[in-house]
């Protein structure tokens, strides 16, 4: 089946630890975003990329890295950097700038 | 930036009614999205509508770009209706911005 996949679905860290979450899709599409949700938030833009090799910062990069070597992948690193990484947080991909597709999330909590 | 504020903030109906969600946003923008996002967290893009009607179902959207918003309604809600309701507007180019939500719960 085409989608995009997330995992872990659920993560935990201590402070001072870098995590990476992954996020893969068979969709073949050139764009690929990672976003945080907060509880009763909407979603706010961390990393995005259009095209392999190549990323830009979102309105919340800090904290965060990410790398875009396969179409089909785009990890999320979390570092300890980040002050308040707790949050559930969203990968997407599209064609282009078109209809954006999204996996099912992982849940971030730091203990 | 952009302002994205959705209306209203939760609705709670009996199964069967019929309810509008509404979308502004500040300025202009390229693109606009509706998504629904289950209880479980994952988010489902229903229309992607940046300007006229479309319907799918028991759901249409009408995208009004001169003046700055979308509307989303619902008819004949069902239970599995209940989640929360996103619009999404790409401005400033690849970006995109999203609302805070409309909190929809269908009670039978």
């Known amino acids: 089946d085409g989608g995009i996949t997330q995992s872990p679905k659920y993560l935990f860290r201590k402070e001072g630890q870098n995590v990476t979450l992954s996020c893969e899709q068979n969709?073949?599409?050139?764009?690929m975003y990672w976003y945080r949700q907060d509880p009763g938030q909407g979603l706010r833009l961390i990393y995005y990329s259009q095209i392999v090799n190549d990323f830009q910062k979102g309105d919340i990069a800090e904290g965060y890295s990410v790398s875009r070597e396969k179409k089909e992948s785009f990890p999320l690193t979390v570092t300890s950097a980040q002050k308040n990484p707790t949050a559930f947080y969203l990968c997407?991909?599209?064609?282009?700038?078109?209809?954006?597709?999204f996996g099912p999330g992982t849940r971030l909590t730091v203990l | 930036g952009i302002q994205v504020e959705q209306s209203p903030p939760d609705l709670i109906l009996q199964e069967g009614a019929n309810s509008t969600l509404r979308c502004n946003f500040s300025?202009?923008?390229?693109?606009l999205q509706w998504f629904h996002q289950n209880p479980w967290g994952q988010l489902i893009n229903l229309f992607y509508i940046p300007s006229g009607t479309k319907q799918n179902g028991r759901l249409s959207a009408t995208t009004v770009a001169t003046e700055r918003y979308s509307l989303l309604y619902i008819s004949s809600s069902q239970t599995t209706d209940s989640g929360v309701y996103f619009c999404?507007?790409?401005?400033?180019?690849?970006?995109?911005?999203f609302g805070t939500g409309t909190s929809l719960t269908v009670i039978p």
């Open positions: 997407a991909s599209s064609i282009g700038i078109d209809t954006q597709y």
């Open positions: 969709l073949n599409h050139d764009a």
């Open positions: 999404a507007v790409e401005y400033g180019g690849n970006q995109f911005y």
């Open positions: 300025d202009s923008v390229n693109n």
